[in-house]
């Protein structure tokens, strides 16, 4: 069964950094394409970075560039998105999905919540 | 980025109604189109993808059309399990984007 589990969630203060992973397992890991996508409170959704298979190539919305930084260990069925230079406006459940061929996300976690306040 | 606007953001529909959300791209993404369904507490589904493809498991009444710019999401016939936020995203660029979202409510 596929299985996309984050972790590393939290309360942090303006100006700190958070690292988030996100357990996979149920299928080969380095066959796909992994996505980001982070949901404020009350909010929609809004796609944060992804990740090639062999981690060479990360995309980013602009909001987040230069502060967070998606990456992958194959070996470890893991993906990670460290996170500096927090915001308040960063507050949201963040989710890590499977790519599929087509660009869209048919696995998702359950999401882990991060939030920022002093 | 492609931006991408959903319309309406919310309406209401009784169950049984023929129920439509269209979905804008600022420039042409082919079909390039995928549409999510979002439950209160809930991870989002996937409900079509490459624009009218159903993913496996989706009732029949959901179907996609459109390309280009243009596209929407059809549910011919609303169920109580469908009252839910619909989002789009275009997955023609890299840099994903969603749309913000329609909500379906209860008449």
């Known amino acids: 069964e596929v299985q996309l589990v984050e972790s590393g969630g939290g309360l942090v203060q303006p100006g700190g950094s958070l690292r988030l992973s996100c357990a996979a397992s149920?299928?080969?890991?380095?066959?796909?394409?992994m996505t980001w996508v982070r949901q404020a409170p009350g909010k929609g959704l809004e796609w944060v970075a992804n990740i090639n298979r062999d981690g060479s190539e990360t995309y980013y919305v602009d909001s987040v560039k230069g502060r967070f930084t998606i990456s992958r260990d194959n070996a470890a069925n893991s993906l990670y998105l460290q996170m500096s230079s927090l915001r308040p406006e960063d507050t949201a459940v963040y989710y890590c999905?499977?790519?599929?061929?087509?660009?869209?996300?048919?696995?998702w976690g359950q999401g882990t919540l991060v939030t920022v306040s002093s | 980025d492609i931006q991408m606007t959903q319309s309406p953001s919310s309406l209401s529909a009784s169950v049984g109604d023929r129920v439509t959300i269209t979905c804008r791209a600022s420039q042409s993404i082919s079909t390039y189109l995928n549409w999510y369904q979002q439950k209160p507490g809930k991870t989002p589904k996937l409900l079509i993808y490459a624009a009218s493809s159903l993913h496996i498991g989706v009732p029949s009444r959901f179907s996609g059309s459109g390309s280009g710019t243009d596209f929407t999401l059809t549910i011919s016939s609303l169920q109580p399990e469908d009252f839910a936020i619909y989002y789009c995203q275009q997955s023609f660029d890299t840099r994903r984007t969603f749309g913000q979202g329609t909500k379906v409510e209860i008449k």
């Open positions: 149920g299928f080969t890991f380095n066959d796909y394409w």
């Open positions: 999905a499977r790519d599929r061929l087509s660009g869209s996300h048919s696995r």
